[in-house]
């Protein structure tokens, strides 16, 4: 029963995954749809709007990256339970579950879900590629910004590290091809706020690349048999719990400044969709309400998650560390 | 099939009330029937299987509401707005509230999220009150089919109105005494030995300010809506949900003095079905009246989605609600009867 529980619990939050990601995919790349005399769009086809390959895509990746979260926390739990030196198998349990998931989640992550999501945006919303990239103009053999400030004025990025041809690479599998970049587009087709794009995209891949070489290396570490006595990898992983968090939501920042200025890429403006009767003041004011609530609810939510990860997992209904929750 | 439509709104939204109401009601008088600590467990556990399956109806009902009367959800979730957010504001500050108490041991923190319960179950029956008497009332929607409502102008019901009126704060305070009762009614019958008596006490008191508030809201409905009035005339069968109205009443009296804590808490819930039933005929076929010169009201014809939508939209609905109603039917029934006393805390 118990089991079944916990498998309904999986199913309908992976099921209701898949329907917000095919939601958003249709605003990324509507398919399936025709336009109505009174200026209403309306889906034709069921199949092609659930099977729509930007939905596929993105949720592979988006539900890659959710096995990748929790994979890092479970192992940071194993970690603590470790150095603190914990007796009973917890810790290794955590440990070992976590770092079996987290590679495996991690490589998927990058390839094939993370490849081919960046090839097919490149060709189906070039202009989100080139901005996030860093590409301000069209270059044969274009190379890869690891590290840069954007700089609108200039359309130049300043501090570049730049790896030669690797974009070009990336995306069309050859170092001599040609990659579009932003002056092939007109100006009001440009993401209206390229930094912030351009950052959120380079903290998403920069973390990705920690988590591949971190959980690498554990998992390398756990073949020969020293991952629990090595401190300073138990230190890293503990201490990288909230990196995919951050890397999680930068990268849906990345998907959604990256389709601007469309609400649905092509067809709509995100100008147009914009209420005429709710004031700017009034989202303001909700905003800053939603801020308020979440900052204290995450400060609540911090203690109850420390309070519990401290007394540890239940042995015989019993809990292993018995603490009185102290805040 | 607007007319299905609409009928299937108004059954999910009194769906709402009948069940997500009573754990609003417990909300309410928690912090007075319950003083101990082993109380106000033993209170939370008589809701704490269901309270968020009952919140569903809502949820369930708005997206209805978005896809059978896509005009309708675009125009009211506009022109509500602020408050809109406010009731999410709340609704994630009630859960949160019941949720986290058990994590905490120290009876500080415990207090705390007791009051925060209490505090937003009572203000969230009072914004869906109000928000009923707005949707009766009608709201100023201009000949873009859009509006938006001041929280607040003259108080007035008229041309002019706001979120609060007269009006709309008697239909808040309305609910919250009509909710009160349904959700002690529901203690008593979830309850045993002091518990019980104390809610039943409270019902008893309640039960009097429920029929001064009905007997006062029927007229001003009227007032602030004649045309509430009109199907009324022209069905005289319709009468039937005021006589229900009275009757449910009557039955939730007669059984609180004799008789079993089950036919009272059901009188309770004939007394809200009975309400809301009367609220939608004196609407339909209109969704939102519009007050003011420019406006025209947003009705079924206009609102309603395109047949192939509505079509698809059934099966589906179908399939869902189904699902909803089994689950519903199982968690009800493994729950059924008085919580047991010597249970542990709702803490998991």
């Known amino acids: ?327 | 099939m607007g007319t299905l439509w609409f009928w299937i709104v108004a059954l999910m939204l009194t769906a709402y009330v009948v069940f997500d109401g009573f754990d609003l009601g417990v909300g309410i008088v928690y912090l007075f029937v319950a003083r101990t600590e082993t109380e106000r467990a033993r209170v939370l556990r008589s809701i704490g299987p269901v309270w968020d399956g009952n919140e569903v109806w809502l949820l369930a009902a708005g997206g209805t509401l978005f896809f059978a009367f896509p005009l309708l959800y675009a125009s009211a979730f506009s022109g509500f707005y602020l408050p809109l957010m406010m009731v999410l504001w709340l609704l994630i500050l009630r859960g949160v509230s019941i949720e986290l108490r058990g994590h905490y041991a120290d009876p500080l923190w415990r207090t705390f999220f007791d009051g925060l319960f209490s505090f937003s179950s009572a203000l969230l029956t009072i914004f869906f009150g109000a928000a009923m008497g707005n949707v009766v009332r009608g709201v100023p929607i201009g000949a873009d089919d859009y509006f938006f409502l001041p929280l607040w102008t003259n108080w007035q019901t008229g041309a002019n109105p706001g979120i609060l009126d007269w009006y709309t704060v008697l239909a808040g305070v309305f609910a919250l005494a009509a909710l009160s009762l349904h959700g002690a009614l529901y203690l008593a019958l979830k309850t045993e030995g002091d518990l019980e008596r104390c809610a039943l006490c409270i019902a008893c008191r309640i039960w009097r300010a429920t029929v001064v508030l009905t007997a006062a809201g029927i007229p001003a409905t009227v007032l602030a809506r004649p045309a509430s009035l009109n199907n009324f005339k022209g069905h005289p069968v319709a009468f039937l949900a005021p006589l229900a109205v009275i009757a449910s009443l009557g039955m939730m009296r007669y059984t609180m003095a004799k008789g079993s804590r089950l036919f009272s808490f059901l009188g309770s819930c004939g007394y809200l079905i009975s309400m809301l039933v009367g609220a939608a005929t004196g609407l339909f076929p209109v969704l939102l009246p519009a007050v003011g010169i420019a406006g025209r009201d947003i009705t079924i014809d206009r609102a309603i989605s395109d047949p192939h939508t509505l079509r698809v939209g059934l099966i589906w609905w179908s399939v869902g609600i189904s699902l909803a109603l089994m689950y519903s039917v199982i968690v009800y029934r493994q729950f059924w009867g008085k919580v047991p006393t010597d249970a542990e805390g709702y803490g998991h």
């Open chain 1, 1 to 327: 029963m118990h089991w079944l529980s916990a498998f309904l619990v999986f199913f309908g939050s992976w099921i209701s995954g898949f329907f917000i990601i095919v939601t958003n995919a249709w605003m990324q790349h509507p398919v399936g749809y025709k336009l109505l005399p009174n200026g209403v769009y309306a889906v034709t086809s069921f199949t092609q709007l659930l099977l729509n390959p930007w939905a596929l895509l993105e949720y592979s990746h988006n539900m890659c990256a959710a096995v990748v979260t929790a994979s890092f926390v479970m192992s940071a739990v194993g970690a603590l339970y470790l150095l603190q030196g914990r007796e009973g198998p917890y810790g290794r349990i955590f440990l070992k579950l976590g770092v079996i998931a987290g590679i495996i989640s991690c490589t998927l992550q990058v390839f094939p879900t993370g490849d081919l999501h960046g090839k097919y945006m490149a060709k189906n919303q070039p202009t989100a590629i080139a901005a996030m990239e860093g590409l301000f103009h069209t270059e044969k053999g274009a190379g890869m910004v690891l590290m840069g400030q954007p700089n609108y004025e200039t359309e130049t990025i300043d501090n570049p590290l730049v790896v030669n041809n690797v974009l070009s690479f990336l995306i069309y599998g050859t170092t001599a091809a040609e990659v579009e970049g932003l002056d092939h587009f007109p100006r009001d087709q440009w993401p209206s706020t390229l930094p912030l794009l351009f950052y959120s995209y380079h903290i998403m891949v920069g973390l990705g690349t920690w988590f591949g070489a971190l959980m690498g290396i554990a998992a390398l570490l756990l073949w020969r048999g020293k991952l629990y006595s090595s401190r300073w990898m138990l230190w890293l992983i503990m201490l990288s719990w909230p990196l995919p968090h951050i890397a999680t939501t930068a990268g849906w920042m990345t998907a959604e400044i990256g389709r601007q200025p469309w609400l649905v890429h092509g067809l709509i403006r995100t100008a147009q969709g914009s209420s005429t009767h709710v004031s700017a003041g009034n989202s303001l004011f909700t905003l800053l309400g939603f801020l308020g609530m979440y900052t204290v609810l995450s400060l609540l939510w911090v203690i109850v998650v420390y309070n519990h990860i401290r007394s540890g997992p239940l042995v015989n209904g019993q809990a292993a560390h018995p603490q009185t929750v102290t805040v």
